[in-house]
């Protein structure tokens, strides 16, 4: 009895030792499972929080890209808005340059001018000192010219009646040498007066 007390011992103990041995492999896989489940999830969570990253990224990078364009076609304006501005300025100078140089004749020619009207001026009144002088000595000799008449008249209203009969009458003629060369002193002293331009 005793052999088979140990023999079904021993016949328990194999049918049990596989059993627990079983078990023992059942609870090893079954915490396998649930490490590779709470794995699974905790890389499902992981896999959804990439994607959230991953999509939040990608609406970044969209609205980087769109203000990107934005900045570029701003960038392109300014460009344009440069160009322009830098055509206007030249152009603007350009018409300065021209205004400038349209200037420059006028003044020369004003100048010019003023030179031409400058000499005529010295010329003029150079003209019109030499015309003053002239009328002075032309005033003198008429005051002169004046003098020798009165001295004429003055002579001849000094002559009487019968001088003047004597001087006219051309039988008697006295006093006509006489006369005539009184008058012909007195037609010098007249042309000594003539004005010479």
């Known amino acids: 009895m005793r052999l088979l007390r140990v023999s079904s011992v021993a016949m328990l103990a194999l049918i049990i030792a ?13 915490e396998a499972l649930r490490s590779a489940t709470a794995q699974a999830r905790a890389a499902e969570d992981q896999r959804a929080a990439l994607q ?5 990224t990608e609406q970044e990078r969209e609205r980087l890209r769109k ?9 392109k304006e300014a460009e344009q ?8 300025f030249n152009e603007r100078i350009a018409e300065r340059d021209d205004s400038l140089e349209k200037w420059k004749a006028a003044y020369g020619e004003a100048a010019s001018v003023a030179r031409t009207k400058d000499a005529e001026r ?6 019109a000192a030499t015309f003053k002088a002239s009328s002075k000595a032309c005033e003198a000799k008429n005051v002169r ?23 006219h009458d051309p ?7 006489e006369h005539q060369n009184a008058a012909q002193d007195f037609r010098d002293k007249i042309i000594e007066q003539k004005a010479k331009p």
């Open 18 to 30: 596989p059993a627990a041995y079983a078990d023992q492999e059942s609870d090893r896989l079954r």
């Open 81 to 88: 808005a440069y160009r322009q501005a830098v055509k206007d």
């Open 67 to 75: 203000q990107n364009e934005g900045y570029r076609a701003q960038v």
């Open 52 to 56: 959230a990253k991953l999509t939040a």
């Open 145 to 167: 010219l004046v003098k020798i008449a009165d001295d004429v008249v003055a002579q001849y209203e000094a002559m009487s009646p019968f001088e003047k009969i004597l001087d």
């Open 171 to 177: 039988v008697i003629g006295f006093k006509r040498v």
């Open 122 to 127: 010295t010329k003029f009144e150079s003209e």
